[in-house]
């Protein structure tokens, strides 16, 4: 079983490399990488649309100065915004800021053809399918 599992990962590591470099090619034209997107699309699902940093790290599965590495230049664009947390100002607050809104519901668009493209040889049950092997282990990792 260890080679199967071994190939298992090794090909899913080669879907996960061109899965993001299709999708980034274009998220381009939006001046967006997949990372990006996924922080304006967990930005704009949170309550008030804003997240501690650290809360933001975890979702994104990075740490605390990755998050805030990729930050600092989304802030130079506007698409975020700092934000002060009144509860407690040693916590720093990320808030998705109007033009990343309109930037992120441009890149839903763009977004939803890669993926129709990407998985189309595949059926809605099979899509199905993936998506619950996926999260069983995501619920393992």
Do not use: W, Y
Not at 40 to 55: E, F, N, Y
Not at 77 to 89: C, F, G, Q, T, Y
Not at 97 to 117: I, N, R
């Amino acid at each position: 079983m260890t080679s199967l599992n071994q190939n298992l990962v090794m090909t899913l590591g080669r879907l996960h490399g061109q899965l993001i470099k299709k999708t980034e090619q274009r998220l381009s034209l939006h001046g967006l990488s997949f990372t990006e997107l996924k922080v304006l699309k967990h930005l704009a699902a949170a309550p008030g649309q804003s997240l501690r940093r650290i809360d933001l790290a975890e979702q994104l599965s990075l740490s605390a100065s990755g998050v805030t590495r990729l930050l600092l230049p989304m802030e130079k664009r506007h698409l975020v915004e700092r934000e002060a947390n009144p509860r407690d100002a040693r916590v720093s607050l990320v808030r998705l800021a109007t033009p990343g809104a309109q930037c992120l519901a441009d890149a839903k668009v763009t977004f939803a053809l890669v993926a129709d493209e990407l998985l189309s040889p595949l059926t809605e049950d099979q899509v199905k399918q993936m998506q619950a092997l996926a999260e069983l282990l995501l619920d393992k990792a």
